[in-house]
């Protein structure tokens, strides 16, 4: 999908050299996926303390013996 963006010249040149992408759109690219990772590890954290545990599960009994 062919879009066209206003950028800061410099960021896009700082994302490449901190980067090491050799081109504009590696950068960007690069830069969303990363942007995108991070938002959804936010939403994980935000899940810590909402699970209910069984507190007479006996891990220790479901495990195989060989």
Not at 19 to 35: D, I, P, Q, S
């Amino acid at each position: 999908m062919a879009t066209n963006l206003a950028l800061d010249d410099n960021l896009i040149a700082e994302a490449q050299a901190v980067g090491g992408a050799r081109t504009k759109k590696a950068a960007v690219t690069e830069a969303l996926e990363e942007y995108i990772r991070r938002r959804k590890q936010v939403r994980i954290t935000e899940l810590f303390g909402t699970i209910e545990y069984d507190l007479e599960y006996d891990y220790k009994k479901h495990r195989l013996r060989r």
